[in-house]
């Protein structure tokens, strides 16, 4: 059996095999045994650069600056509702986002796109203040997660050439699966594909971690059906409260199956809650993963 790991956002620019150690590495800390997978196939389909070049982005992480067409109008749109949401998980008010924007109006009238170079209005960039307010982190990574999400799920052509990259890992089952943020995205789409083609996957465990599948504007632009992809069998997902990117929400009835195993009492140790390589070392991710592998 093979067990098969979906990387994230922001991964362009690294090199692919020291990213699949790396992930190995934590599962085996996780397990308290070093060298445990030494035996397994372990696959990791790398599509950072291609969705980071496809994405538009800029050097940094950042989407590209449009021209202010519908592209950027569908791009903006879909950035505000995300942004949205993780203000309110935040506890961040209207009443906060107001006042931000009156503030970034008296000191720049202009509003001219800055460091995240995306099609800026003063909404988006208040909601980004505030946010970079509660942590330095969270306005950044979430520009980063949602603008990549929202060319995986809109732009043309994005999808295909990401898929293209993780499917054949998925061809031949059974898989143990493991994936993390936008690759909890890529993965589920593809299993829900692939099922619905007549060839789903025989998936005895699939985990997923600090995954944006909880937030509505990318269940909007996934669509339907959130049931478990036929032949997936025990899901497990895994959140630390703090990751503001699965918005301390449950994968769970009524949209997804209520049979999804949700652990939520974790805390990701390090400054990042929504860092891999805390949940990869949880202790309980490494032995589902051990068990499901036999070992």
């Given at each position: 059996m093979r067990l098969v790991l979906v990387h994230g956002i922001n991964q362009?620019?690294?090199?692919?095999?020291?990213?699949?150690?790396?992930?190995?590495?934590d599962l085996e800390r996780g397990r308290g045994r070093p060298g445990a997978l030494a035996g397994v196939e372990v696959v990791m389909p790398f599509y950072g650069d291609v969705l980071f070049e496809r994405s538009n982005a800029k050097p940094g992480g950042a989407i590209a600056q449009g021209d202010g067409g519908a592209d950027d109008q569908a791009l903006a749109e879909f950035l505000s509702a995300g942004l949205e949401e993780q203000a309110k998980a935040a506890n961040i008010s209207a009443a906060d986002i107001r006042k931000e924007q009156e503030r970034l109006v008296a000191e720049q009238p202009a509003l001219e796109a800055v460091e995240q170079g995306f099609p800026m209005d003063r909404r988006i960039n208040a909601i980004v203040s505030v946010l970079e307010k509660i942590s330095p982190a969270r306005g950044d990574l979430a520009v980063r997660?949602?603008?990549?999400?929202?060319?995986?799920?809109?732009?043309?052509?994005?999808?295909?050439?990401?898929?293209?990259?993780?499917?054949?890992a998925l061809a031949d089952g059974p898989v143990v699966l493991v994936t993390h943020s936008l690759g909890t995205v890529v993965s589920f789409k593809l299993l829900r594909e692939l099922a619905q083609g007549g060839s789903p996957v025989q998936v005895p465990l699939y985990v997923t971690v600090g995954t944006p599948?909880?937030?509505?504007?990318?269940?909007?632009?996934?669509g339907p059906s959130f049931a478990t992809p036929d032949h997936?069998?025990?899901?497990?997902?895994?959140?630390?409260?703090?990751?503001?990117?699965?918005?301390?929400?449950?994968?769970?009835?009524?949209?997804?199956?209520?049979?999804?195993e949700n652990i939520g009492d974790f805390e990701n140790p390090g400054d990042d809650a929504h860092a891999i390589p805390g949940y990869l070392t949880n202790r309980?991710?490494?032995q589902a993963v051990a068990d499901a592998l036999g070992l």
């Amino acid at each position: 059996m093979r067990l098969v790991l979906v990387h994230g956002i922001n991964q362009q620019g690294k090199d692919p095999e020291a990213l699949r150690r790396a992930w190995v590495d934590d599962l085996e800390r996780g397990r308290g045994r070093p060298g445990a997978l030494a035996g397994v196939e372990v696959v990791m389909p790398f599509y950072g650069d291609v969705l980071f070049e496809r994405s538009n982005a800029k050097p940094g992480g950042a989407i590209a600056q449009g021209d202010g067409g519908a592209d950027d109008q569908a791009l903006a749109e879909f950035l505000s509702a995300g942004l949205e949401e993780q203000a309110k998980a935040a506890n961040i008010s209207a009443a906060d986002i107001r006042k931000e924007q009156e503030r970034l109006v008296a000191e720049q009238p202009a509003l001219e796109a800055v460091e995240q170079g995306f099609p800026m209005d003063r909404r988006i960039n208040a909601i980004v203040s505030v946010l970079e307010k509660i942590s330095p982190a969270r306005g950044d990574l979430a520009v980063r997660l949602l603008g990549q999400a929202h060319a995986y799920l809109k732009k043309p052509g994005v999808a295909q050439a990401v898929d293209a990259l993780v499917r054949p890992a998925l061809a031949d089952g059974p898989v143990v699966l493991v994936t993390h943020s936008l690759g909890t995205v890529v993965s589920f789409k593809l299993l829900r594909e692939l099922a619905q083609g007549g060839s789903p996957v025989q998936v005895p465990l699939y985990v997923t971690v600090g995954t944006p599948l909880t937030l509505s504007t990318v269940q909007r632009a996934l669509g339907p059906s959130f049931a478990t992809p036929d032949h997936v069998g025990r899901w497990i997902n895994l959140r630390d409260p703090d990751d503001f990117i699965s918005l301390n929400r449950d994968l769970g009835a009524p949209r997804f199956s209520a049979a999804i195993e949700n652990i939520g009492d974790f805390e990701n140790p390090g400054d990042d809650a929504h860092a891999i390589p805390g949940y990869l070392t949880n202790r309980r991710v490494a032995q589902a993963v051990a068990d499901a592998l036999g070992l």
